[in-house]
């Protein structure tokens, strides 16, 4: 089982920038670990996801604006959301999967059935 937990959401205006953090415990390996976003009333997307030899993918809306990092001497996962839209706005979630992001992402959005472990997820609002 893997443990998860989100940190870095918050309020900023239009054009800003936030940091999340997601960092991982526990005893399984994860192969795949992505980040996720939900609005109230719509279905949870996948927005970005990183494997375990460091390529990550981005789904379009996101692209040259989200970069996604991780150091895994800290097991951390790190999503750097920059010029950041009112569309932005969702609840972020972190998951993990022992499969290769290959099998379960199409591009840089990923199916959530097959992630088996999520964090509590964090907020991140967006003012125009």
């Known amino acids: 089982q893997v443990q998860l937990v989100e940190s870095g959401g918050g309020s900023v205006q239009s054009g800003g920038s936030v940091r999340l953090s997601c960092k991982h415990s526990?005893?399984?390996?994860?192969?795949?670990v992505a980040w996720f976003r939900q609005t109230p009333g719509k279905e949870r997307e996948g927005v970005t996801a990183i494997d375990s030899d460091g390529s990550t993918r981005y789904v379009d809306s996101v692209k040259c604006r989200f970069t996604l990092s991780k150091d895994d001497s800290k097991n951390g996962l790190y999503l750097r959301m920059e010029s950041l839209k009112p569309e932005d706005t969702c609840m972020y979630y972190c998951?993990?999967?022992?499969?290769?992001?290959?099998?379960?992402?199409?591009?840089?959005?990923?199916?959530?059935?097959?992630?088996?472990?999520w964090g509590q997820g964090t907020q991140v609002t967006v003012s125009s």
């Open positions: 998951a993990a999967t022992i499969s290769h992001c290959s099998t379960v992402c199409r591009g840089g959005d990923c199916y959530a059935a097959y992630f088996e472990n």
């Open positions: 526990g005893q399984s390996y994860s192969y795949c």
